[in-house]
């Protein structure tokens, strides 16, 4: 079992990305709301200045020579974590002979690569080496086993492109230039929210996509020993999953599903394999839709106020359960939760500091999620 006290150090992580069209906007310009969410010392904000005429102010993550994530005089982005499918677990099928280890591979057995592997280990005062062997086959290095069959990773996490390409978008000076910087499809990690000077407003879920056959499960490990489960290539820009300029006027990003990402304009998730975008919705994207789907025009400090909303829509969920089974428990039950269930229907489901209802309502969701099952 999960104990509370675990739960509550495990701290929610995540971002929230907006980008308003100039048509829901007062100042008639279009506006990029950069919300992400790390610890205060894991990203700096530095403004990068050049002789060369490079102005650009935001983010940036400890050695990093680019804005992670920020804005220069005519083009800004933004990061949230993505869930993009970017790596996958091959079942290599081994076998042991007199001069090491083999996989099997479209019929053939093919060496398994070893490689020393030498580690600093500290333990307490004193430091040893300690050498491990590692096992490559053509798919990655060997990680872990299952039913008999060693597991590798095939991953894109060593990539010059993928700094050339953060370089790049930092120096953009229009749409153009932007997309062209992201035609390296080197970013493994992030989805990206867009705005610029000319009133452009764009989102792309992921940008590194590798095509694969959807014969396949890529939710699992995939059979090594087949040429069928082989990346075909990367999808190019004009086919990640995207939106650009939509009627709406408004883009949103929670580290949520990219198909309610700009309302009636979202994607069409029937137009994408499956694992371009496998992650669902989480209530943060749901309450960011009803801050954004009004009618209303914003102004900057409205855009602000709109990312800082007190609602807790999981509430939404939690609560009308809980009360129908308050409403159906023996009297016993009911007489020993009956002030405390009061406060959370008379509460307004905002958070606020001072809040009984606030720390009932958190208190109750923290026990209900640490409760269920492990996917």
């Known amino acids: 079992a999960v104990s509370l006290e675990a739960v509550s150090e495990e701290r929610e992580t995540g971002s929230n990305g907006f980008a308003i069209a100039p048509k829901k906007s007062v100042s008639g310009h279009a506006m990029l709301y950069i919300n992400p969410h790390v610890p205060f010392y894991f990203r700096s904000e530095v403004q990068l200045v050049s002789d060369e005429g490079l102005n650009a102010y935001g983010a940036v993550t400890w050695g990093q020579f680019f804005i992670y994530q920020g804005f220069n005089a005519h083009c800004g982005w933004m990061h949230t974590s993505s869930y993009a499918d970017v790596a996958d677990l091959y079942e290599e099928k081994v076998h042991k002979n007199s001069t090491g280890w083999t996989y099997e591979y479209e019929g053939k057995q093919l060496p398994v690569t070893e490689r020393k592997l030498v580690f600093k280990v500290k333990q307490n005062e004193t430091t040893s080496t300690k050498t491990l062997t590692g096992y490559y086959t053509q798919h990655g290095p060997v990680l872990g086993s299952r039913n008999g069959k060693w597991l590798s990773l095939k991953a894109n996490n060593r990539s010059y492109n993928a700094l050339l390409e953060s370089w790049l978008i930092t120096k953009a000076n229009t749409f153009a230039q932007y997309k062209a910087a992201m035609n390296l499809l080197s970013n493994a990690t992030n989805n990206t929210v867009y705005a610029d000077d000319k009133g452009n407003t764009a989102f792309w879920y992921g940008n590194f ?167």
């Open 209 to 375: 996509m590798p095509k694969r056959s959807i014969s396949y499960d890529w939710t699992q490990p995939v059979d090594g020993t087949t040429r069928a489960t082989e990346w075909q290539g990367l999808h190019p820009l004009n086919e990640l999953v995207q939106v650009i300029n939509p009627a709406p006027g408004w883009i949103q990003n929670c580290n949520s599903t990219p198909f309610t990402s700009a309302g009636k304009d979202s994607p069409d998730k029937t137009k994408y394999p499956a694992y371009m975008a496998p992650d669902g919705e989480n209530f943060r994207g749901i309450n960011a839709i009803k801050l954004l789907s009004g009618q209303e025009k914003l102004t900057l400090d409205g855009l602000i106020a709109k990312g800082y909303d007190h609602y807790l829509t999981a509430f939404d969920v939690l609560l009308p359960a809980l009360f129908k089974a308050y409403d159906s428990a023996p009297d016993s039950t009911k007489n020993q939760l009956k002030e405390p269930v009061q406060i959370l229907k008379d509460w307004d489901r905002k958070a606020a500091i001072h809040s009984v209802a606030n720390s009932l309502a958190v208190e109750y969701g923290t026990r209900f999620f640490a409760a269920l099952p492990k996917a």
